[in-house]
């Protein structure tokens, strides 16, 4: 039977962690806010890029690109994955490395060699235990991405795939829908399809005229694009982040209570029992001096 002093000593403790797990808490749903605020802010600026693109294709069926589908055979394949620095987020990074390997196996049985671009110590460490190719890393972003991080990392995609290192490449990464709900996926972005861009009823096309030509113009956007779903894809992975260590310091914080009304329970029985005896002893003392 434990004694008092090491029950009250372990109720201590936990209430120190349930403190710290509810800080924890409480900080993760403010990041969470602000980064569905970032996104919902952006989510007009990716529709009208979307738009922009798709406007150009429509005007100019007979261009020709090589980041759209269907100018290279596609073997080599490069998977960038999106998950947290740090733990503490229940399976949030789990899944989503998960995910990458087995997308990663399914590209390897179509015969592909597939690389790994990590965004967050937590996928490298996953997938660098699995046995992946990572040819790069980048810490430090995961928790809060802006715009300039996007801008950073997309000019090195193209660059590897401008010089056929990688023919096609996917993005890994959590999609947000609620606090409490967070979907991993998966999603490629070279080479570009033009299935991604249908015509919109009632919208006319064919009345732009380009200069110096599409081609020109496509240069320049497409990667601004990708650069802008990279970033679109690190928003939403962040805020599933925060979401995910949100309800797991919420967990937390619930099983400390639990465990501290566990421990006050056995506190005030071992109490109760310690009072007994020595009501106990009293009575048998005043029993003998009789």
Do not use: W
Not at 71 to 100: E, F, H, M, P, T
Not at 116 to 142: M, P, Q, Y
Not at 187 to 196: G, H, K, Q, W
């Amino acid at each position: 039977m434990p004694t008092m002093r090491d029950i009250k000593g372990r109720i201590r403790s936990v209430s120190t962690t349930k403190k710290t797990t509810k800080a924890m808490n409480l900080v993760s749903s403010s990041k969470m806010a602000k980064a569905r605020g970032v996104l919902n802010a952006a989510n007009p600026y990716f529709a009208h890029m979307r738009r922009a693109i798709g406007d150009i294709l429509h005007a100019s069926p007979d261009f020709e690109h090589p980041v759209f589908e269907g100018n290279r055979k596609l073997q080599k394949a490069l998977i960038v994955v999106i998950a947290n620095d740090r733990g503490l987020c229940g399976g949030y990074n789990v899944n989503v490395s998960k995910l990458a390997a087995n997308l990663a196996v399914s590209l390897s049985d179509e015969g592909k060699e597939v690389s790994f671009l990590t965004i967050g110590n937590k996928a490298r460490d996953f997938l660098r235990r699995a046995g992946g190719n990572i040819v790069e890393h980048f810490s430090g972003i995961s928790e809060k991405p802006t715009i300039e991080d996007a801008r950073e990392i997309m000019p090195l995609i193209m660059k590897l795939y401008n010089l056929g290192e990688v023919d096609e490449v996917y993005i890994a990464y959590t999609e947000f829908k609620s606090a409490i709900t967070y979907i991993p996926k998966s999603l490629r972005i070279l080479p570009v399809s033009t299935d991604d861009f249908p015509l919109e009823e009632g919208r006319k096309y064919g009345q732009m005229k380009f200069e110096p030509s599409a081609d020109e113009v496509l240069s320049y956007i497409v990667p601004k694009f990708l650069g802008t779903t990279l970033f679109e894809c690190l928003i939403t992975a962040a805020a599933s982040g925060q979401g995910a260590t949100m309800t797991a310091m919420d967990s937390a914080t619930e099983n400390a209570e639990n465990i501290i009304d566990n421990l006050t329970l056995i506190l005030n029985r071992v109490r109760q029992a310690a009072i007994t005896q020595e009501i106990s002893e009293i009575v048998g003392g005043a029993n003998a001096l009789e």
